[in-house]
């Protein structure tokens, strides 16, 4: 199931550097767009969201970019912080249904 | 902050053994969820449960697996007879309502022997 894509799986960052990270759909349905934070033996913490109806939202350090027309999201760190390395999951959901359908991941490292 | 808990954080079980596995959502919370994460691999839906009945399964979801809420707190997920594919951290989910971000637990790693 490679409805979500995260391609890149592994990023590492300078603190006090923007961060960004990638996501890629390619389910037209999909309607609301969010990031995942997840710490090993954690479970995964919710970020940040976006609807379709917009093409931004920023909250705090955290913004997210939707382009609908190239199915593309990206979160942006900014500044990066060291406590910010993590695993980070884009998912989306369409409609409807209640289902998430993840990416793979991309893992951050943020280089103090 | 309220959160997500789930019991036990690892369970090991013999093949063809029952499993429980707990949950106690955010407690205004009116839907509840299931997915899990085999290693290596990506977190997959496995059923919403809204208003006491599942609303969304997903094909993973066989006969072998069942979710109740048997009182106002608690969230289950049975697995009847376990296969050594069932190995995986099963996290628990919930959230206020379908259009809302879901909030997950911490995961119960679960062992086939």
């Known amino acids: 199931d490679q409805q979500v894509k995260q391609n890149s799986p592994s990023l590492s960052v300078q603190e006090g550097r923007i961060s960004i990270l990638n996501c890629d759909y390619t389910?037209?349905?999909?309607?609301?767009f969010l990031w995942y934070k997840k710490y090993p033996a954690e479970g995964p913490t919710f970020l940040i969201s976006i609807s379709s109806i917009k093409d931004k939202n920023e909250d705090g350090r955290f913004t997210v970019f939707l382009n609908k027309s190239a199915k593309h999201l990206s979160l942006h760190i900014v500044p990066s912080q060291p406590g910010d390395s993590a695993v980070y999951f884009c998912?989306?959901?369409?409609?409807?249904?209640?289902?998430?359908?993840f990416g793979k991941g991309i893992t951050l490292s943020v280089r103090p | 902050e309220p959160e997500v808990t789930q019991t036990p954080s690892h369970q090991v079980t013999q093949m063809g053994q029952e499993v429980i596995l707990r949950c106690v959502p955010i407690?205004?919370?009116?839907?509840f969820y299931w997915y899990r994460q085999i290693l290596g691999q990506k977190v997959e839906f496995l059923v919403s449960?809204?208003?006491?009945?599942?609303?969304?399964k997903s094909e993973i979801f066989d006969d072998q697996f069942s979710v109740e809420r048997p009182d106002g707190s608690n969230f289950t997920l049975k697995i009847r007879s376990t296969k050594l594919e069932d190995s995986a951290m099963y996290f628990c989910?919930?959230?206020?309502?379908?259009?809302?971000?879901?909030?997950f637990g911490d995961g119960t790693r679960l062992s086939i022997l």
């Open positions: 449960f809204y208003n006491n009945e599942i609303s969304e």
């Open positions: 989910a919930s959230s206020p309502d379908n259009n809302q971000p879901q909030h």
């Open positions: 407690s205004n919370h009116l839907y």
């Open positions: 389910n037209s349905m999909f309607d609301y």
């Open positions: 998912a989306a959901k369409g409609g409807a249904n209640s289902k998430l359908t």
